[in-house]
């Protein structure tokens, strides 16, 4: 706010897509470019693979360095880091300088990579100022949110703020949006009981707000929320926060079957 | 304590010291409770008093005091300072409490501690001990050992009686019976208080509060000695404390002949001003209330003069294995004062339960400390059972990094490869990958296309092989398609009107 648009246009940043949204679900990618760059950054997307939690939390912190050496050493020629989610997002920006603790070359490039790493909404709200999106889309939603992004980062406010200048769009609070969806990460497939007895009282919790939509930030959460809504037989659907701020909404939801018409680009 | 074990125990009293029975830890079985947890209605509907009340309770009262925050930092100041200078707050507190005329014993085991307690008892002939809530005897397996000697000891909370009643360890560090609904206690009473009217009206809690009153009115006047643990102990005046809300600790404190305070030894704080702050946080953090019903310092025996008190006053500080953890990454964790706000809070324990656990501390500072004292290979479970949601570290009042620390544990697995193998295989496996970014673009090109095709539209599966710990419960979304990095690159290299360079083309969509 309150910066030319040659201020605005110099703003350089890294996708850093996820594994996950490149794998499953390039369309988030594709909505968080068009955010940024309608927001006067300009977005490029070097070769990346994963942020490295699935080590990291598996306590394999060797392999953890290696991939966060990798990830900061990629990204070295961006301004700006930004990824649409508050999961990998956290690790580049919390955990990565924890890897590097005490290593005196690359802690500082660790302390560094993580001062310029944004989560998405943050970053469009904070660093770029953008409060007000031109989407529109006719919807009751409902918005979860994710442990990482919330507690890691402070990210409560913004997709609030910001959904609610979607065109068409009502936000319809659950019960315990701010409590865990069960995914966890490799939690949901190691202690796979566990983690549906606590997205059976999320699914409840989201099929009680009346929503047509339940959106989050985290690609892993929607996918594990989603999995089981389908499973209860709810017609609810689930996509990326970004898809719909972007108003890139024409791609079936997660999980969604294709339309008869055939494949979306 | 029914008329049956007590009778049990005088018989079988030994001339020498007879071993504890096995306060048997089920930690390495955390799986198969847990999934035992899953299925039990009774405690499904137990668990949700903790859900709903605890964390509403305790949300209020921090709400309405608003330097609730500069207090948590305050808090961890204070434990870590104390902690800084153990030693040194050891040593005062001992002098202090020696001056007033008690006794100050230091158990570097678990089993030293049983023995210390033991050899007081019999030196004093007792035959009857009531005891107040505590997590450290719970730690030690004292009841079972002391029953094992011939001294019957009889828990005076009320949750804590309970699950003496049941045989059970307690589900929670400050509720050790809320796995239970009122209509198991009801049960229990009729069982254990076979003696009383059968058609008596519990139906009430208050009438069972009553009952386990009148019942235990008669053990307190019985008994010989009197154990409590201690929230805290003052180095400055070498007091005790202890926060109850049933006033049961301060009729063990008080109506015996000897008090025996039995503490580990991180429980110690510098001064009684140390002691306020801290208090201030533990009621709203536990309970919600803004103090517990009774705070009760205890400094010695009676004195010349005094109305009440024991003639002897023992204290038995505990190490087994916290100085261990003085020096180590585990530190932070001996800030804990024990308020459950971070298993109140944790959406784990909200699904299985404290006993799932396996040991005496649940939840995600069980997690932590549990490892620490009997072993990482003897709880494998805890320390992964963990989402790293991050709401434990959020409401505790030291500040204690829960997620952190679980993940430390995790790492000591991974280092003796304690994990399961499956798990590292597969870390391995997806590892190769991602430390290869070229080759990792290319095989999740070709995963993405081929995972698309066998979807065939449908947008998901309902059964994966190898992810069967997730379709048995949830659908599982297919890939739309090619990945992003395969399609941002063909954008790429179209919008610059030429092929992509060698080796870096994905599968194109």
Known sequence: MGETMAERKTRHVGLFVTCLVDL????????????????????????????????????????SREIAAQVIDA??????????????????????????????????????????????????????????????LAATATYHDSCSGLRELGLRSEPRALLGTVAGLKLAEMHDANVCCGFGGTFCV??????????????ANIAATGASLLLAGDLGCLMN????????????????????????????????????????P | MTEGTSQTAAAAAPLGIAKAATHSASTQCFKGNAKAALGDRDLQNALKFVEVNFIARRQEVADRLPEFEALRDAARDIKDHTLAYLDLYLEAYERRMTEQGGNVHYAVTAEDARNIILDICRKLGARAVTKGKSMVAEEIGLNDFLDANGIAAVETDLGEYIIQLRHEMPSHIIAPAVHLTKAQIEGDFRRAHSDLPRERNLEEPTSLLAEARSVLREKFLAADVGITGANFLVAETGSSVIVTNEGNGDLTATLPRAHIVLASIEKVVPTLEDLAQLLRVLARSATGQEMSVYTTLTTGPRRAGDLDGPAEYHVVLLDNGRSAMLGGEFRDMLRCIRCGACMNHCPVYHAVGGHA???VYPGPMGAVLTPALIGIDQARDLPNASTFCGRCEEVCPVRIPLPKMMRSWREREFERHLSPAAARWGLAFWAFF????????????????????????????????????????????APQGATFQSQWQARRGAARGNADPPGEQGARP
């Open chain 1, 75 to 136: 990204f070295a020629p961006f301004d700006f880091v930004v990824a649409p989610s508050g999961s990998c997002a956290g690790m580049l920006k919390i955990h990565y300088p924890e890897l590097f603790r005490g290593d005196p070359n690359w802690q500082p490039r660790a302390d560094r990579f993580a001062a310029k790493t944004h989560e998405l909404l943050s970053f469009l709200f904070h660093v770029c100022g953008v409060r007000a999106v031109a989407a529109r």
């Open chain 1, 24 to 63: 499953f679900r390039p369309s988030v990618g594709f909505a968080a470019v068009k955010l940024l760059e309608d927001a006067g950054c300009t977005v490029e997307v070097p070769r990346q693979s994963c942020c490295g939690q699935p080590a990291f939390n598996s306590g394999d912190r060797a392999t």
């Open chain 1, 190 to 203: 190691k202690y796979p009981d566990i983690s549906n007895a606590i997205v059976a009282k999320k699914a």
């Open chain 2, 357 to 359: 656990y396996g040991w």
């Open chain 1, 225 to 264: 929320m989603a999995g089981k809504l389908q499973r209860d037989g709810s017609a609810i659907a689930a996509r990326h926060v970004a898809e719909v701020l972007a108003g890139m909404t024409d791609e079936p939801a997660i999980g969604a079957p294709h339309a008869p018409s055939g494949p979306a």
């Open chain 2, 434 to 477: 991602a430390k290869r970014a070229r080759l990792y673009r290319l095989a999740t090109a070709v995963a993405a296309r081929l995972m698309a095709l066998a979807a065939r539209g449908r947008g998901r599966f309902r059964h994966l092989p190898l992810a069967s710990g997730w379709t048995r419960h949830r659908d599982f979304a």
